[in-house]
């Protein structure tokens, strides 16, 4: 015979009860928070930890609402609880996609979304009275953001730069040929002519791999100075999460 399923959100909380839960909802937005203001994130602690008390409020306003009688003989509306926890979903789904910027090929912000959303999550979970799900999921968050970023950093990936060189030929010069023995690659995006020095300035896109714990490389500038000469060497790259 199969045994009842406890279920974590009482019908009629009490008061300590509803604190505790803030609390420990204030205390995983700190923790969370912490992380992202140490590392000048724009999800940093206060947003952290109002994103959490906002889904822990609807969620206990739920968890209040729930001994409310749906439909009397003489109503024609229907109570439904899971509509506050689901408007906040929805609003936090618009937080982080203004947190998301895209310039070029290049996209931020993806894991402060993230980040906002599973805070959303942690604070409907404590709200609801799961403190063990609260509390496994802030660690795992934690743990994500913390230990798994120094993975993260070590896994070679591509990195992207913009080469402009001058040369007095109106035909670009073999940046591709001269930087591939590095493990370079250069594509060719433009050209300007520059009159008051009488030469040609070419730019290319430089790609590479490696790990963002090391340093940009800038071993190829010496080898493309032997030829013609440098203008300009920007690396672009994604701020780490």
């Not at 913390?146 to 073999?174: C, E, F, M, Y």
Request: charged share 20%; hydrophobic share 45%; proline share 6%.
């Amino acid at each position: 015979m199969f045994e009842p399923l406890c279920c974590d959100m009482p019908l009629h909380p009490t008061w300590p009860d509803l604190v505790g839960r803030l609390l420990l909802t204030l205390l995983a937005g700190f923790l969370i928070g912490l992380n992202r203001e140490a590392r000048g994130h724009s999800a940093g602690l206060r947003t952290t930890i109002l994103v959490g008390l906002a889904a822990a409020v609807s969620m206990i306003q739920a968890n209040m609402l729930l001994d409310v009688t749906g439909k009397s003989p003489d109503s024609f509306v229907v109570m439904d609880q899971l509509r506050f926890p689901l408007g906040v979903l929805t609003g936090v789904g618009f937080i982080g996609g203004g947190a998301i910027l895209r310039r070029g090929d290049l996209v931020t912000g993806v894991t402060t979304a993230a980040t906002i959303w599973i805070m959303t999550m942690i604070g409907l979970a404590f709200g609801g009275g799961q403190f063990g799900l609260g509390a496994v999921a802030t660690v795992l968050t934690l743990a994500t953001l913390q230990t798994l970023k120094r993975i993260d950093l070590r896994i070679p990936r591509d990195h992207k730069a913009i080469l402009s060189v001058s040369w007095p030929k109106s035909s670009p010069p073999g940046i591709r040929d001269m930087v591939r023995p590095l493990g370079y690659d250069a594509r060719f995006v433009g050209m300007e002519h520059d009159a008051g020095r009488g030469c040609f300035v070419f730019s290319f896109n430089v790609q590479w791999r490696q790990p963002d714990a090391t340093e940009p490389r800038t071993d190829v500038l010496p080898v493309i100075a032997r030829h013609c000469k440098v203008e300009r060497f920007e690396v672009v790259g994604e701020k780490p999460f």
